[in-house]
């Protein structure tokens, strides 16, 4: 615990003191297609490839390994498309410029600047992304090459004569993320998980800000280089099978990298200075709840078989340029869900508070994959204030995908498991009087008990024999196999003091609408 | 069923997220310009001026410097909402701009901007109406950008320096600001007016002091144009055949043209290459 403590005011100590660096980097960040569909959240998932970068502590969830090759994301902002209109719509006045008539070069040139000045055209291409990931060992372990080149710019209209800011980076990333899964947590149910992913860096950049469009007739783009390295760590807690918290810290202390100095070989161009630019560190924090069962109406509800996952982010929160508890905070806001349906897959989401959507198709055997999602990054310093609404499709071989905790029929929380087991010799139509009691309702914590109570089980009395009423909330204790006592069955309810409690109610066709709707699962497995 | 309901499930989702169209959820958490906060003013100011509300931009920079008279970016945001909410039709000037460079025999950019108050010689006058309508506005929005508390505090280098003082987009900008002053004084004067080719017609024989006064202003808002042309041109090294070249000779020939008026002695312009900024 001592050296929990440590690391934690370590961390914070090392977080402020690269927050004060002015000349800050963008952050060395490959989003995948699948959390940015779900509203970029995905720090409390982290099932996948992607938790190299959101989080690797998540990497202990998986049942099985994960290879991935030639993944290849395409992400244009919207922009680009718009511009791609302007042109199309516009191609020919273009092409005849000085032909025109004076007012229809007017009439021309202000679109161009109503509508040109407010476009931000951005392209990013990964170019073929390969990793691994082992299944849960004692050290879970992965590695993975990723690069991406992105380019952008922007006009502005400055004051006369407008001006252009011209962007972009080709990032490569060495990544290894280790993990580990603590089975037991001091004073705490459930398990948690740490992780970290080592990165060496490099990145070449350009970075043209605010040229004067008379500037740029002489412009010649340079590449910056540089590289360094840097480590991200995670942390996991799950008290159920159903609930993950995250928790992640990306690039620990600052990541450095070193310039080289460019010498201008051209008119128009400067010298570039060597110089070392820093990645600020920041922690961010993630919640994800797959729901066993979701109700859509009073007494009824549906079995997700697990396909279904809710998550939610806040991240950086402890930037203290943008304060979390400021209007500041909603920009770090993330939030989605993931349907999944065999093979395909729909996501939804906001990412800070702009909707999001994406979905996903795979064909398991020959390992194809390819996803989309569609979303806006908040480029202002507040939620809703100037969008950037990108596009992207991933390509991808991809074997191993389903060994996700979130991936449906797939794969069993051993909480099912376990229930489904001591369900299944007690036949449905015995259970008289029926109480409305779901197995895996909240009063799950009184109904398994450990076997040398079972006599004087702690049974609330406030179970009311209505109809059987269904609640989507998950237990929060966790389940050893031979403590379930099912408290349907008369036959194991050895304490009549408890019976007395429960009111008999008429009998029911169907009672145990909370029931699985499968009883057995001879496939699933079990840590 | 609860493959129906399944599905009902994601329709509902998607009808919700389709509902919020591209509105933010949080939209309405901030109220932009109500924070005192430097930061969260600029993104403000920034945000109202890519949208065109120049009005609340002006508002907004304006707090921001009352707070932080030396923010160069505060300086130059004001300045170019004070241009956009004067109605200085860039896309007007352009156009007319690449008219003029169109025809064989008017290549220049300086006359150009000099006939800005030549509403009466449609000849020569290559503004639209758009721009001689508001030009009383627009006369008074480059006076105010060039008083010693906004531009010339950058390339001074008086301010946060954030914007260099050797800054190609702020030297090019004010020295188009120089120009187009200089120009609208003099016409406005009725003193003369300049052509295509640099050359002064219609000179007003025997200045007053006051009128004088109006030259010599105008000469040294030209020299500082040139000033602000060399200082590009130099820091970017650039080339005989380049754009910012090709002006930094049309404002050396007005101004050359300009000391050579005989009618102009009592004119007392040092030197093109003082800086009268």
Known sequence: MQTIKRFICLSITATLLSATVIAAETPVFFRGVRPLGMGGAFVALSDDQNAIFYNPAGLTQRQGSQFVAFEIPINISEDVLNFYNFYQDNKTDLENFDKLTNQKKIDLLNVINDRITTYRPRVRVGLPNTSYLTGNKNITWGAGIFAQAEIGFQFNRSLIIPSISVFGNIDAVAAIPLAHQFNSVPYLPGKASIGTTLKAISRNKIEELNKSVLEFQNFNPQLQSGDGYGMDLGAMYQPTTRWNLGLQITDVGGTTIKYDKVTASKAGQLDKAAYTGMINSQWNTGVAYIPSKIAYWPGKAINTHDRIVFVGDIRDILNTDERLFDDTGWKKVHMGAEMRFGPISVRGGFNSGYPTFGGGLRVPYLGLRADYAYWADETGRFAGQLPEWNHQITLALSWGDAKGRAYGNDVKSEEDVVVKKATKPVPVKNISPAPAVDLIAPTTGQILVPPTSVTNPVTSTTVTPVMPVVSPVTPVVPVAPAAVVPVQSPATATTPAVVPAITPAPPVAKPAAALPDKLSVPSAKKK | ?277
């Open chain 2, 1 to 277: 069923m609860s493959r129906i309901v399944s599905v009902l499930l994601m329709c509902l989702l998607f009808a919700g997220l389709t509902g919020c169209g591209k509105n933010n959820l949080f939209g309405s958490a901030h109220k932009a310009g109500s924070s005192s906060d430097v930061k969260s003013l600029a993104a403000d100011a920034y945000a109202a001026f890519q949208a065109k509300d120049y009005v609340k931009a002006l508002e907004y920079y304006k707090k921001i410097l009352d707070a932080d008279p030396s923010s160069t970016e505060a300086i130059y945001g004001y300045s170019s909402s004070t241009l956009a909410e004067s109605g200085l039709d860039i896309s007007a000037l352009v156009a007319n701009l690449v008219k003029q460079t169109s025809a064989p025999s008017v290549n220049h950019l300086t006359p150009a901007l000099s006939t800005i108050a030549k509403a009466s010689a449609p000849a020569t006058n290559i503004l639209p109406q758009s721009i001689i309508d508001n030009l009383p506005k627009i006369r008074a929005a480059v006076a105010r950008v060039l008083q010693s508390d906004l531009l010339p505090k950058i390339i001074k280098g008086t301010a946060d320096g954030v914007i260099a003082p050797d800054s190609a987009d702020a030297n090019i900008n004010t020295a188009f600001c120089l120009i187009l002053r200089a120009a609208t004084n003099v016409q406005d004067a009725g003193i003369f007016t300049v052509n295509s080719d640099y050359t002064f017609v219609n000179i007003k024989s025997g200045l007053t002091a006051a009128e004088q006064q109006v030259m010599v202003d105008a000469s040294k808002d030209i020299a500082s144009a040139f000033q602000r042309l060399k200082t590009v041109y130099e820091k970017l090294n650039l080339g005989n055949d380049s754009s910012v070249a090709d002006i930094k000779k049309d404002v050396d020939a007005l101004l050359t043209n300009l000391k050579s008026q005989s009618s102009l002695a009592g004119v007392t312009l040092a030197d093109i290459n003082t800086d009268y900024l």
